[in-house]
């Protein structure tokens, strides 16, 4: 992990109507590190990865992907409002995979993968083919180029939505809740390919209630509550001895 942000909020603000979901975010995500985002439900965690990847706009704050930005700044003093290829050239470096596992129904595993490679990457069907089946086989899904979502298993479904964010090549994979709709048996086997692609060095926010897997494969992890970083720190020191009253109330409910 290099000590230099890839990810900067700062002062992330984020409304529904009257309600402010998130009250000024502040967070910096390293090159190569793992975050994991732990909180209760509806304390913004969704919001916040969601606001990163530009499905939703942000109403305060900015958030900075290498050198491009989420939303509008202030440049000298001027407003600069991010056009559509900018935005397109921003979201090209994210990847995101949810809880459900939102795979096309009517294509195959390798189509899945593949379809975004052609339409969005703008690669031959040949080359995109090729980089589908490299990336399904990463995710120990080779012998399942053929099958239809229905005819897998939740677990191998989110492999292939795993197998999908990956083969665009991303700067920053962001997760929501990734083993949360899956029956206990088959957590471990996603939780083992997202320790894989860790360790190989990306760049990654999870948002997760397993525990294990936030103390033994993240750098940091952060509780939200409310709208905001209520604790952050090392994530063995975090989960084992943290500091705040929350967090040790969160942490005594979900462990
Ligand atoms: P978490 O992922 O931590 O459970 P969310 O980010 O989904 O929390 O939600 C944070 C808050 O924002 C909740 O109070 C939720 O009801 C509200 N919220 C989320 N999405 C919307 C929306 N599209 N419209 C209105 N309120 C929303
Ligand atoms: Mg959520």
């Not at 309600?19 to 502040?26: A, R």
């Not at 997202?194 to 926010?205: K, L, N, Q, S, Y």
């Amino acid at each position: 992990m290099k000590q230099q942000p890839l990810v900067t909020i700062r002062d992330v603000r984020k409304c529904y109507g009257e309600i402010e979901v998130l009250k000024g975010i502040d967070l910096d995500v390293m090159h190569g590190e793992v975050l994991c985002l732990i909180g209760p439900s509806g304390s913004g965690k969704s919001t916040l990865l969601r606001c990163v990847n530009v499905l939703e706009q942000i109403d305060g704050g900015y958030i900075q992907v290498e050198n491009e930005f989420a939303g509008a700044t202030v440049k000298n003093g001027e407003l600069h409002e991010p056009s559509e290829a900018e935005i397109a050239r921003y979201r090209q470096r994210i990847g995101m995979v949810f809880q459900h596992f939102n795979l096309f129904s009517h294509l195959t595993a390798l189509e899945n993968v593949a379809i975004g490679l052609v339409k969005v990457r703008g690669f031959a069907r040949s080359e995109a083919v090729a980089r589908a089946r490299a990336s399904l086989s990463d995710v120990g899904l080779a012998h399942l180029e053929n099958s239809y979502p229905r005819h897998l298993s939740g677990g191998q479904q989110q492999r292939v939505a795993i197998a999908r964010a990956l083969a665009m090549e991303p700067r920053l994979m962001l997760f929501d809740e990734p083993t949360s709709a899956l029956d206990p048996e088959l957590v471990g086997e996603v939780l083992s390919v997202m320790r894989r692609v860790a360790e190989r060095g990306m760049t990654m926010i999870v948002v997760t209630h397993e525990m294990r897997f936030a103390r033994d494969v993240a750098d940091r992890v952060a509780f939200m509550d409310q709208g905001r970083i209520a604790e952050i720190d090392d994530a063995k020191k975090l989960i084992d001895s943290p500091t705040s009253e929350r967090t040790k109330n969160f942490l005594n409910h979900v462990k």
